[in-house]
């Protein structure tokens, strides 16, 4: 099949985060830390959404399911929405595994070249310019749906990309039209890297046609009040790869891409080539509610006084685990560091969702401004930096605080003012969010 080279406008950054809810979730924690990040705001309001997955990617995730059951993928039908089969990837990945892993029907829907903002260039390919289907009215106005069925269309013996057929839909293939809102309520599992600008959207669309997915996000999304919810009542977790590592993806030809990541995507292998440049993204990971083996893994812990004693983190030997004022919780830094014998609650880093396992812990809450656990809300505080400069604000509430008994040097902390002339102010220093979790079974 032909492929199509697609280009964009230079103008276009590939943001370093990638969608709303990223840049949501860490417009709140630069707010707590004072910063801002125009990154982030540029990266949304850019809503560049082309980034497309490397094969090498989809094949370890999807490996993944399958040695978990074999049978993952037999007699589903599965959806690849915003994709397009003639370049991508998925499509390709699941047409030639059709056979092995007895897909019962594989259907992929693209977006229309008219309703992608970075496009500038669109041409297209021989397969849809030389198919009797062909219209040139709605080329670029309409997406197409591709479908393979059990059916060796071309009669060479083999069910395979070859034999796909195809049709123009009646709109542009958004996935939140009716048309392509039927075919997820037809399909069994839904599959893909949705556009990173409507990313919360997306996994709306998912849980409300109640199908299994797995599909490409940011990791940073995970501290969103409506991400949270479904990974703390289990319906949604971390896939079982490319967590903590960068995923590389391709952009379109012209493409603005950042030197380092380029570099970097090179040096994973992926330099630029005729049909597209690359670039890498640190927090991207997999969403998913497929199970595998990785979450039924227990992490293998040591007690309290080991940790204590034996810890690799100088600071869980010196310090220990520091209560937190606004939580009934413990701080645990480090996910490795979690203390096996400890049946109270304790607060440990976003990154502990990598090895969470639901029958070994329990999740509870998020240190979030809007989380039920929080024990205490501070009046407006004065954050105070290192250089002595004052600032007022209230992110004191949106994470962990603890509380000093003298104003802390070198670091930045809050003030927060007594009661009363007489009573003098308290200080306090936070730390980075925590999702509060407790071991299975010791309520
Ligand atoms: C992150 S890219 C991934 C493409 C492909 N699934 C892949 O992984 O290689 C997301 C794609 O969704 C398309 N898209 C953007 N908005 C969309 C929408 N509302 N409905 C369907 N597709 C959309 C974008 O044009 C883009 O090609």
Redesign the pocket.
Do not use: I, Q, W
């Given at each position: 099949m032909p492929k199509r080279v697609k280009t964009a406008p230079a103008s276009d950054e590939a943001p370093e985060e990638l969608d709303e809810a990223t840049a949501e979730a860490s417009d709140d924690a630069a707010t707590a830390g004072g910063y801002t990040n125009s990154n982030l705001s540029a990266a949304r309001a850019a809503k560049n959404?082309?980034?497309?997955?490397l094969w090498a990617d989809i094949e370890r995730e999807m490996n993944a399911y399958l040695e978990y059951d074999a049978d993952v993928f037999r007699d589903k039908t599965i959806l690849?929405?915003?994709?397009?089969p003639e370049w991508?990837?998925?499509a390709k990945f699941f047409a030639l595994h059709f056979t092995d892993y007895g897909i019962k029907k594989l259907i992929s829907?693209s977006?229309a070249p008219d309703?992608?903002p970075?496009t500038i260039t669109y041409q297209p390919t021989l397969f849809e310019s030389q198919d009797p289907k062909f219209d040139e009215t709605k080329t670029r106005s309409h997406?197409k749906k591709f479908t393979l069925t059990a059916e060796d269309i071309n009669n060479d013996g083999v069910v395979n990309i070859d034999d796909l057929q195809w049709e123009y839909l009646d709109g542009d293939?958004?996935?939140?039209s009716d048309e392509?809102t039927a075919l997820r309520d037809e399909a069994d599992i839904v599959i893909?890297?949705?556009?990173?600008?409507?990313f919360r959207e997306f996994i709306s669309w998912l849980v409300e046609g109640e199908v299994k997915f797995s599909i490409?996000g940011s990791s940073n999304a995970v501290t969103t009040k409506d991400l949270f919810a479904l990974i703390k009542g289990n319906k949604l977790w971390k896939g079982a790869t490319a967590n903590n590592t960068d995923m590389v993806f391709?952009v379109p030809k012209g493409t603005t891409v950042k030197e380092a990541d380029k570099a970097k995507a090179k040096r994973l292998g992926y330099p630029s080539d005729d049909d597209y440049d690359y670039t890498r993204l640190g927090n991207s990971c997999w969403f998913t509610n497929i199970d595998h083996g990785r979450r039924h893994e227990a992490l293998q812990l040591m007690t309290m006084a080991d940790n204590r004693k034996y810890s690799k983190h100088a600071d869980v030997k010196s310090i220990g685990y520091r209560q937190m004022d606004n939580y009934d919780a413990i701080e645990v830094p480090y996910t490795d560091a979690i203390p096996s014998d400890y049946t109270g609650v304790m607060g440990v880093p976003i990154s502990f969702l990598d090895k969470y396992n639901p029958d070994q812990f329990e999740i509870v809450s998020l240190t979030q401004t809007w989380s039920d656990e929080s024990t205490k809300t501070y009046p407006t505080q004065t954050l105070v930096s290192p250089d002595g400069s004052r600032k007022t604000v209230g992110a004191l509430n949106s994470g962990p605080a603890f509380k000093v008994a003298t104003p802390p040097k070198g670091v930045a902390y809050y003030e927060v003012k007594g009661e009363d002339e007489k009573t003098p102010p308290s200080y306090y220093i936070s730390a980075y969010k925590r999702i509060l979790i407790r071991r299975k079974g010791a309520k």
């Open positions: 959404d082309e980034f497309y997955t690849l929405p915003c994709d397009d991508s990837n998925f829907t977006y309703s992608k970075a997406g293939g958004d996935f939140r392509v893909t890297n949705p556009p990173f600008s409507l490409v391709g």
